[in-house]
């Protein structure tokens, strides 16, 4: 069974730092993209940032281009979204995924990943 498990969410003051987590158990996830997503209430879920299957590429979300940064260790089956200057508008419920199959081309619609955590909760107060 394929679980994603995210860690690292709290409470921050704006400008603040997180480092989010998200570890892989049950399926070797270097053969795939791996995205972060959040859902802040009463929004729809959106894209945060992704990363190829090897490291090589990365996209952002604009709101966040700048500010956080992706990563992953294929070696220890994780995924890591470093984010800095933390703004209020950042207070959401953040997952991360796993792309449906190999791709290229880093996607960056939920409809596109599988397997998501069950998400760690981020909280910027002003």
């Known amino acids: 069974q394929v679980q994603l498990v995210e860690s690292g969410g709290g409470l921050v003051q704006a400008g603040g730092s997180l480092k989010l987590s998200c570890a892989a158990s049950g399926l070797a996830v270097s053969s795939y993209a791996m995205g972060w997503f959040r859902q802040a209430p009463g929004k729809e879920r959106e894209f945060v940032a992704g990363v190829n299957w090897n490291g090589s590429s990365v996209a952002y979300a604009d709101s966040v281009k700048g500010r956080f940064t992706i990563s992953r260790d294929n070696a220890k089956n994780t995924v890591h979204l470093q984010m800095n200057s933390l703004k209020p508008e950042d207070t959401a419920d953040y997952s991360c995924?796993?792309?449906?199959?190999?791709?290229?081309?880093?996607?960056?619609?939920?409809?596109?990943?599988?397997?998501w955590g069950q998400g760690t909760h981020v909280t910027v107060s002003s």
């Open positions: 995924a796993r792309s449906r199959s190999f791709v290229w081309r880093i996607p960056t619609t939920d409809t596109a990943f599988v397997n």
